[in-house]
């Protein structure tokens, strides 16, 4: 959760609403991490996203983590 802590100090002190697209390969993943950064949702200068490689291609987003 490190990375979290970063990206919504720099997003805050930025007042820049800041898209996040988390990216996984496998679904049951991609689950898991939804349940993760639901408290994130509260944030109006942060917009997460969590969805697969297929789900996810095409879209842009400011910062994309993948997770394996």
């Known amino acids: 959760m490190f ?5 919504t100090t720099a997003c805050a ?3 820049k609403k800041t898209s996040v697209g988390i ?10 991490l939804q349940e993760r ?3 994130y ?6 917009s997460v996203e969590v969805c697969t490689v297929d789900s ?9 983590p993948f997770n394996s």
């Open 3 to 7: 990375f979290w802590s970063i990206t």
């Open 13 to 15: 002190e930025q007042k």
């Open 56 to 64: 996810c291609q095409g879209a842009e987003k400011d910062i994309n």
């Open 37 to 39: 950064v639901q408290s």
């Open 41 to 46: 949702e509260k944030y109006d200068f942060l």
């Open 23 to 32: 990216v996984s390969p496998y679904a049951a993943q991609v689950i898991s």
